[in-house]
């Protein structure tokens, strides 16, 4: 479905990414993990389109996304929740929600996709007419991922989502991102709660300085434990 191959990014001359080869295939759920400053975030930008690659492809099925321009990504079915939410403040939910179904196929489907969203979040019910800066940080969240379900993905790319958000709201965004997954979208989920992500993930990449240092299933990362110290913050006894 979605594969990147020796895929290079750079900031100027200094290499952001180095030889990056990933998959995220159909109904998958791959989170990758890694410390600050390893490309994480990067990663996320190039996926979406935001970020241009220096070298290798980004395909999802038959389409080659290295081609194209930015705005041509979310047509061909990806989304993405941004780290910090980066939600119109002064706009209201709904504002929010529908700008998530701007291109025409997501439009002609946004009254269904609207009641989707407020099912799965039903907070979002009562506060539509809202602005979305009286939201707390866990309802801004919610929304910021019902903004891209709006747009009807094939991929749902996922920065941080956990980042500033009280434990039990944390939970509950988890909780979302398994039914969303479980509904056949597949997901890329960058996090920082590296074992909330790992029980998540049907596989894994951990990411340092730019590169790939190991792949596998949650299970195959967690036996080999150089990886379970140095990379995924965790002993023989779970997270330190």
């Given at each position: ?140 969240q919610m929304v910021a ?34 039914r969303i997954n479980a ?58």
């Amino acid at each position: 479905m979605l594969e990147l191959t020796a895929v290079e990014a750079r900031y100027g001359r200094a290499a952001a990414l180095r030889d990056m080869s990933l998959k995220l295939g159909p109904g998958e759920l791959v989170c990758v993990v890694g410390p600050n400053g390893a490309g994480k975030s990067t990663l996320i930008n190039v996926i979406a389109g935001l970020h241009r690659i220096a070298a290798g492809s980004i395909t999802l099925g038959a389409c080659d996304l290295s081609t194209l321009p930015a705005h041509r990504f979310c047509a061909e079915g990806i989304a993405m929740v941004p780290e910090g939410r980066r939600l119109f403040a002064a706009m209201t939910v709904r504002e929010n929600l529908e700008l998530g179904s701007y291109l025409a196929n997501a439009k002609a489907r946004r009254k269904e996709s609207l009641e989707r969203v407020c099912a799965m979040f039903p907070m979002m019910r009562d506060k539509l007419e809202q602005r979305a800066e009286t939201l707390s940080g866990g309802q801004q969240q919610m929304v910021a991922i019902a903004r891209a379900l709006m747009a009807c993905p094939q991929v749902l790319l996922l920065d941080e989502p956990s980042l500033g958000l009280a434990p039990t709201i944390v939970v509950e965004v988890f909780h979302s991102i398994r039914r969303i997954n479980a509904e056949g979208v597949a997901v890329l989920l960058v996090e920082q709660n590296v074992a909330m992500a790992l029980d998540l993930a049907n596989k894994a990449y951990v990411l340092e300085e730019g590169r790939i240092v190991a792949e596998g299933t949650p299970e195959v990362l967690l036996a080999q434990p150089h990886i379970r110290r140095a990379y995924l913050g965790v002993t023989a006894d779970g997270p330190d």
